[in-house]
């Protein structure tokens, strides 16, 4: 049985840092494509980053990209968000998504829907 | 990018009841590259359709999708008292991947 359970998530001020991870099992971690999803406070759903199987290559939305890195140890099973410069708008609970195994990335982005999603961390950036 | 555009917002019905649910995007959804989701209030989203009409792995047959280009639907063709939620589409055609602001089913 797939699972995926985050951890991390908190109360940090704006312009603060937080680390969030995804313990994976259940499924061979290293040979899937995974991502981060987002959703704010009573709205809908916003892809983050995705990052390949081995982790050479990695994807972000425009909204994120500079200030969040993704990242994973496939010796630990556990995929990682690494977010700095945090602002109130990255306020939302964070889902990490598994993908199927059949997808197809560019060097730019995995066209590609998500399987299995986490039951979330909540991120609240406020002062 | 990509605009998914969800109808109606809010949809207030009774179980048995047979519904259509519309996601209309702003560009041609290529390969028919849309899915489903359902959310109850607290719980991750649960994939119920990809590649605009095949159902996922352990999805009831009373949920289908159609469509392609730019017009895709969700039908539940009898509602369940579980069925009641906020469903999503999303495509995945084209970068950026994109959702929709949701429907949500509610019990009149």
């Known amino acids: 049985e797939v699972q995926l359970l985050e951890s991390g998530g908190g109360m940090v001020q704006p312009g603060g840092s937080l680390r969030l991870s995804c313990a994976a099992s259940?499924?061979?971690?290293?040979?899937?494509?995974m991502s981060w999803v987002r959703q704010a406070p009573g709205k809908g759903l916003e892809w983050v980053s995705g990052i390949s199987g081995g982790g050479g290559s990695t994807y972000y939305a425009d909204s994120v990209k500079g200030r969040f890195t993704i990242s994973r140890d496939n010796s630990k099973n556990t995929l990682y968000l690494q977010m700095n410069s945090l602002r109130a708008e990255d306020t939302a609970v964070y889902y990490c998504?598994?993908?199927?195994?059949?997808?197809?990335?560019?060097?730019?982005?995995?066209?590609?829907?998500?399987?299995?999603w986490g039951q979330g961390t909540l991120v609240t950036v406020s002062s | 990018e990509i605009v998914l555009t969800q109808s109606p917002g809010t949809l207030s019905l009774s179980p048995g009841e047979r519904t259509t649910l519309s996601c209309r995007a702003s560009q041609s959804v290529s390969s028919s590259y849309l899915a489903w989701y359902q959310q109850k209030p607290g719980q991750a989203p649960r994939l119920l359709i990809y590649g605009a009409s095949s159902r996922a792995t352990g999805i009831p047959d009373r949920f289908s999708g159609s469509g392609s280009g730019t017009d895709f639907t969700l039908t539940i063709s009898r509602l369940e008292p579980e069925d009641f939620a906020v469903y999503y589409c999303?495509?995945?055609?084209?970068?950026?991947?994109?959702f929709g602001g949701g429907t949500k089913v509610e019990i009149k």
């Open positions: 259940g499924f061979t971690f290293s040979s899937y494509v």
């Open positions: 998504a598994k993908v199927p195994r059949a997808v197809y990335c560019s060097s730019t982005s995995c066209y590609t829907y998500f399987d299995y």
């Open positions: 999303q495509q995945y055609g084209s970068s950026p991947l994109t």
